[in-house]
Every structure is written in C-alpha cells, then in structure tokens.
C-alpha cells in the first residue's frame, strides 16, 4: 500500500516561495506518477503539476507554469513542488498523489492521496 506524506507548507508572502516535499512509501515507484492538486475553501480540488517518475516528464497546469516546479529524488523516494512568485489565489491546502500506468491530471486517476498540507499567501 502506498503512502504520501506532505511538508513544507506555511504562511508566505506573495511573492515568496515555498517548496512542498512528499515522502512515498509502500510501492516501487517506476512506473508510477506523482502529481500535486490544491484546493482552496468553497472550491473543487484542482490539478497543479504531475510528474512521470521514471522519465522525469513533466506537465503544469496553466495558472502555475513558468512559477512552479515540479521534481523527484529517486533515491529519496520524494516529490518536490518548488513554488515561487506565490500570488494570493495559490492560497489552498495541496495535496500530493500517486498513480501507476497513468498521466492524467483529474483526481479521480489517483488512487493513492497524501494528508495534505495548508499554503497561506498573504498579502
């Protein structure tokens, strides 16, 4: 059984960065994706970035890409979502996820889910 596990969220500046780390367990993660969603209060989880674990393939959702990165340590067995120029509307909890033999960015493609970690953007 996978599991996820987040940090490194907080209360950040707009303008600033954060980097959010998912530790995975439980699985052998050559064929797996790893992908990051959020959501923010009264709103439907969305998709953020995903990240082919073996190829290091990668794709952002427009509202974060030329800001956000998306990375993985293999021999860590982490994910990373390095966040910079935060803006006010990055504001949500994000979750980090995992699924084998896909690329797809709705969260119904994730069968595996970690706890979650909040993300402030103040002004």
């Known amino acids: 059984q996978v599991q996820l596990v987040e940090s490194g969220g907080g209360l950040v500046q707009t303008g600033g960065s954060l980097r959010l780390s998912c530790a995975a367990s439980?699985?052998?993660?050559?064929?797996?994706?790893m992908a990051w969603f959020r959501q923010a209060p009264g709103k439907e989880r969305e998709f953020v970035a995903r990240i082919r674990w073996t190829t290091g393939r990668t794709y952002y959702a427009n509202s974060v890409k030329g800001r956000f990165t998306i990375s993985r340590d293999n021999a860590k067995n982490t994910g990373y979502l390095q966040m910079n120029s935060l803006e006010l509307e990055d504001t949500a909890v994000y979750y980090c996820?995992?699924?084998?033999?896909?690329?797809?960015?709705?969260?119904?493609?994730?069968?595996?889910w970690g706890q979650g970690t909040q993300v402030t953007v103040s002004s």
């Open positions: 439980g699985g052998t993660f050559s064929s797996y994706t």
């Open positions: 996820a995992a699924a084998s033999l896909v690329f797809v960015d709705t969260p119904d493609g994730y069968p595996y």
